[in-house]
């Protein structure tokens, strides 16, 4: 499996008598972009919360990567999101942010919600989306806080919070992500129609 034209190590290689779980990367299988990560941490925290609901699973430490797998999910979207819109709208001013706050790349998406078609975004969505997003920034303003037990100060994250129910979670989860998928589907079938 090894081709001169591609790395691997030990690590991170193929392996032909299990290659139904060798996953291609880079230039083997395209390029992938931000709506294509956001789809894998989608799905990753998709699986997490749904093995928290069975018994033996240990929510008390499967709640780090499950949350920080679905706010890094949102936070690639929204960048991919307003991209997408500036593209779309050949507008050079529209485009995310390289940043980690959430509410900065949402509200560009919102502006660009008010330039394109209103079926693309249905005020239902919106304000779900909106909902996920607030409550996100507010716990895990920078994406740390899901990542490291403490902030850069030594501060202890979660000090103030005391429960996150992982059923509740999924539950936003599957909506966002369904939400998220509609509208890549509708900016593909706006600009193939236009």
Avoid at 26 to 42: E, I, M, Q
Avoid at 88 to 111: F, G, I, M, P, S
Avoid at 147 to 172: A, P
């Amino acid at each position: 499996m090894n081709d001169a034209k591609f790395r691997e190590n030990d690590l991170f290689r193929g392996d032909r008598d299990n290659s139904r779980t060798n996953a291609c990367v880079g230039d083997n299988g395209g390029r992938y972009d931000l709506y294509d990560y956001a789809l894998g941490y989608f799905d990753a925290a998709l699986i997490l919360l749904r093995a928290a609901q069975q018994s033996g699973a240990i929510v008390d430490t499967l709640v780090y990567p499950a949350c920080y797998s679905y706010r890094h999910s949102l936070e690639l979207f929204m960048k991919w999101l307003v991209n997408e819109m500036g593209r779309l709208l050949a507008d050079e001013e529209l485009k995310a942010a390289k940043v980690h706050d959430l509410t900065k790349n949402w509200n560009r998406a919102a502006e660009g919600f008010q330039k394109l078609p209103k079926h693309i975004a249905k005020p239902a969505e919106i304000e779900l989306i909106a909902l996920a997003i607030r409550c996100v920034d507010e716990i895990d303003p920078n994406g740390e806080t899901f990542r490291f037990s403490d902030d850069r100060k030594e501060r202890q994250h979660l000090k103030e919070w005391s429960l996150i129910n992982l059923t509740v979670l999924l539950g936003y989860a599957e909506g966002t992500i369904e939400i998220m998928k509609d509208w890549q589907y509708r900016l593909d079938s706006y600009r193939e129609n236009r």
